[in-house]
């Protein structure tokens, strides 16, 4: 057997964990190439959290005196007030060998109270210790995604009861199409943010099971009670299967994709608003505090918020789809491609969280041009349908009635004379069905209260939409106080 260099100069823990097994320290390449540290910090209150948690399991399972315990609870609290007071510079202090989070508090714990330190990771490996920090992390900022969701469709909701008879052109092909109240298209994204809501709040559900005590990939040996350190870390259970455990990233892959999904929406949204904050529509005008200005062009007024949510969604699906591509060819269990879940993961919330705080401060603070709005919604060819719907009041199969209106359409156009100024002899020129209750029905107000079923744009539905509305988000749970 060759004979070991051991390192004189250092201690075991300032080396690899692993040194025992190993000729020669890491080249420092690898070492700056298989380190997470530089992103995983961000889990340290969940590693510590999770490292307490288990110290206690230990004990309960008699591998720790109640005076070990205690030492090794005092560390860990110590190191996690110390690395809250962290300045960047303290940061950039630590030595690159620490390979993750993990090790570093490891590291740092023995550092402090001494060789007993050690004794943390009886029972324990970092593949069950990171799946634990990652389910820790992503319950808590699946809290704050909600608690932020819900206080944009707040915002939307305070806007829609101001503007239920504000009316504009809703549109289908980008074309004018009917009149709708601005009340009703703004609470059309409460309703996607509301389908968003729920996909989060669905994926707490499957996160809720302790993945601590699957060991690296086989269980524990030392009979811990998985069950016990479940209730300490407020899990309802405990996972299955040790080998699926230490591989699962579906909580991962489920929060990003909840997150492509809230991003299509407020890029969607985003895109609806940066088109009316334009002259052509003039819909809208931004605050100058939320838009931005042209560096060679002294007029301009932009809306880089929205374009910037509209343009980060890219890389939030950018995120999902490398976690899946990542996942998709790993074998059982663990794989250390398991590593590159983290920073696309990161990444997503703190994005997604600082959209949904931007476009909640647009909702509350947008000047809507009402002036604008409503002079696109009285082009009397919104109420085309109307017609024809009120020809079939009278009868007329719809089909027919289509064709009439069609006719109507374009002779107006063709005349340059809108139809709502013709008279009712003009009107039965087409169809003798028309009668003098169509002029009631040709009108802005008229077409709109038509439409008053669940769902629709009259004013009476979109009341009673409202109504649900508030009470619903009266007893959500995540209410931001
Ligand atoms: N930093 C690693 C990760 O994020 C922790 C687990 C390391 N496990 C291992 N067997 N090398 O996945």
Redesign the pocket.
């Known amino acids: 057997m060759p004979k070991k260099k051991k390192s004189t100069n250092k201690s075991q823990w300032e080396s690899a964990a692993w040194e025992g097994r190993f000729k020669e320290a890491a080249d420092p390449d690898a070492a700056v190439f298989t380190t997470?540290f530089t992103f995983?910090r961000v889990l340290f209150p969940y590693d510590i959290q999770g490292s307490i948690a288990h110290t206690e399991g230990l004990a309960r399972a008699g591998l720790l005196s109640e005076t070990e315990k205690k030492t090794l609870i005092k560390g860990l609290k110590e190191i996690a007030l110390e690395m809250e007071q962290e300045t960047p510079a303290d940061l950039a202090k630590h030595p690159l060998l620490d390979?993750?989070i993990?090790m570093h508090i490891e590291r740092r714990l023995v550092e402090k109270v001494g060789d007993v330190g050690g004794k943390l990771h009886t029972g324990r490996s970092?593949?069950d210790q990171?799946a634990l920090d990652l389910r820790l992390f992503l319950r808590a900022e699946t809290a704050r995604t909600l608690d932020l969701i819900t206080a944009l469709q707040k915002s939307i909701v305070l806007r829609a009861e101001n503007e239920i008879e504000t009316f504009l052109p809703g549109y289908t092909h980008l074309q004018r199409a009917q009149p709708v109240s601005l009340a009703h298209h703004l609470l059309a994204y409460y309703e996607m943010l509301e389908r968003d809501r729920g996909r989060f709040q669905d994926s707490l559900k499957r996160l809720d099971q302790l993945p601590l005590g699957a060991g690296a990939l086989a269980g524990n040996s030392f009979g811990l009670d998985r069950k016990a350190n479940a209730t300490a870390l407020g899990f309802s259970g405990v996972t299955a299967n040790s080998l699926d455990t230490v591989c699962d990233r579906d909580a991962v892959t489920e929060y990003l994709s909840a997150a492509s999904m809230l991003m299509m929406h407020l890029s969607r949204w985003s895109e609806d608003w940066i088109l009316w904050a334009s002259a052509e529509f003039g819909y809208l005008e931004l605050p100058d505090r939320l838009s931005t200005g042209s560096s060679m062009m002294p007029q301009k007024k932009n809306p880089d918020l929205l374009e910037l949510i509209r343009g980060k969604t890219g890389r939030v699906y950018g995120s999902l789809i490398s976690i899946l591509t990542m996942m998709k060819g790993l074998p059982l269990s663990?794989n250390?491609d398991?590593?590159e879940d983290?920073e696309p993961l990161f990444d997503t919330v703190t994005t997604i969280q600082g959209a949904l705080r931007i476009m909640k401060r647009l909702t509350d603070e947008v000047h809507f041009r009402k002036d604008h709005m409503t002079e696109a919604a009285s082009d009397g060819l919104l109420l085309a349908t109307d017609l024809a719907d009120y020809l079939v009041t009278k009868g007329l199969p719809f089909r027919q009635a289509h064709k009439v209106v069609g006719l109507i359409v374009f002779k107006s156009i063709d005349d340059k004379s809108p139809f709502e100024t013709w008279t009712l002899t003009t009107f039965q020129s087409f169809c003798p069905l028309f009668e003098n209750d169509l002029f009631e029905r040709l009108s802005l107000k008229g077409a709109i209260e038509k439409k008053s079923g669940i769902g629709g744009t009259s004013l009476k539905s979109i009341k009673a939409e409202i109504r649900k509305i508030n009470k619903r988000l009266k007893s959500s749970k995540h209410v931001p106080s």
């Open positions: 997470s995983d390979e993750d993990h970092r593949n990171v663990y250390r398991l590593q983290k």
